[in-house]
């Protein structure tokens, strides 16, 4: 799930190069481009080795695989480099930016018939209409994670995880546009046309508010402060609640009604791709039933492949955490800042991270 502090580097004003700071550290092959290889760009290692492994031994296709961090000036450089890389896997906030820059290729759903595969809950969404250009791979809900040996009371939504009596318990997943959207709509039913410094300004009160009650701002795994009992109560993603579920049985995992947060990591192919072809072999092959299995039951996020999902136990699909209900993912929010409404989100929080 790339950050979404890099849409404004790709849509508003340092465009590319000028936001570049810093090189992608890049692996150890040559320079030169072997034409039985693959080169994939991933923000995180969720493509299992074995899964890698078992690709190369039926295709002969050598599979290089880089892992960047997701700040501006690493996407900067890597779309700099465009022609040096085959394959793209970010998520939904990316795709939608690289889209509108005109950065992909299409890609020939002929060439990727396991894409009957995939749920329909995930496919044919805003950002990418009819799929035109990615193809889902893995999945995430915002939720709550509750230690129900420490909080006794009911908690049922993202505002009843603000509570004083959690000061101080409370672990949050730090990404500001999240917090200004669930600000606005524990008063509000819908979202706004636009999030302008006047509405920014109307959540400052709620938003200190909560901030001053947060234990833990982060956006890495929470593990350690909830096995230590250091928070009781947490927003995060499904993917990190799903390895808190499976270390002790007293924690729960709830996702509130109503509008739900999520994101989408897609596969993508960077436009006049030479090995366009090898690519689609690759995503084919990542959307068989079978090697879907083993990305499901290996990966902490949730797979949206249903005949994947099919071939796993019901005992196992029983963490809804690690397998949320794919109808959850109906009521996720797709909205869309532009570069400029999210630069103007950046610059208002750092008052509030100022005051933290």
């Known amino acids: 799930m790339l950050h979404r502090l890099l849409i404004p580097c790709l849509l508003f004003g340092t465009l590319l190069a000028g936001c570049s700071k810093k090189a992608p550290q890049r692996s150890e092959v040559s320079s030169e481009s072997d034409a039985n290889e693959l080169r994939i760009v991933v923000e995180h290692d969720h493509i299992p080795a ?3 492994a078992l690709f190369e031994k039926e ?10 961090q997701s700040e501006w ?3 900067a450089s890597l779309l700099n480099a465009m022609g040096r890389n085959d394959l793209f896997l970010f998520d939904d906030w990316a795709i939608h930016a690289l889209v509108r820059e005109g950065k992909l290729d299409p890609i020939d759903h002929a060439a990727v018939p396991n894409l009957k595969n995939i749920a329909p809950e995930f496919l044919n969404l805003p950002d990418d209409p009819g799929n035109k250009y990615s193809i889902p791979y893995l999945a995430g809900i915002l939720g709550i994670v509750v230690n129900t040996d420490l909080v006794k009371q009911d908690v049922k939504s993202f505002k009843d995880v603000f509570r004083p009596e959690f000061k101080k318990k409370i672990w949050l997943e730090y990404s500001k546009n999240d917090l200004v959207q669930l600000a606005w709509l524990s008063t509000h039913p819908y979202l706004p046309k636009v999030f302008d410094e006047g509405i920014l300004d109307s959540l400052r009160p709620l938003l200190e508010g909560w901030l001053s009650l947060v234990k833990n701002l982060g956006n890495r795994t929470p593990m350690k402060p909830f096995m230590e009992e250091k928070v009781s109560v947490g927003i995060l993603w499904s993917g990190q609640a799903r390895e808190i579920l499976n270390q002790r ?7 509130p009604a109503g509008t739900t947060y999520g994101f989408i990591d897609s596969f993508a192919i960077p436009r006049g791709c030479s090995k366009k072809e090898k690519a689609q072999t690759f995503i084919n092959f990542l959307l068989r039933a079978d090697v879907g299995k083993i990305i499901a039951e290996s990966t902490p996020y949730t797979s949206p492949n249903a005949a994947a999902l099919a071939l796993i136990p019901q005992s196992e699909l029983a963490n809804q955490a690690a397998y949320p209900p794919f109808e959850l993912f109906n009521r996720m929010s797709h909205y869309q800042e532009s570069g400029k409404e999210q630069l103007i989100i950046d610059d208002w929080f750092k008052s509030l991270d100022d005051n933290d």
Not at 59 to 68: A, R
Not at 249 to 255: A, E, L, Y
């Open 50 to 52: 074995a899964v890698i």
């Open 59 to 68: 295709t002969g296709i050598k599979v290089h695989q880089e892992i960047i």
């Open 73 to 75: 000036g690493e996407l």
């Open 249 to 255: 049985p007293q924690f729960k995992w709830i996702v």
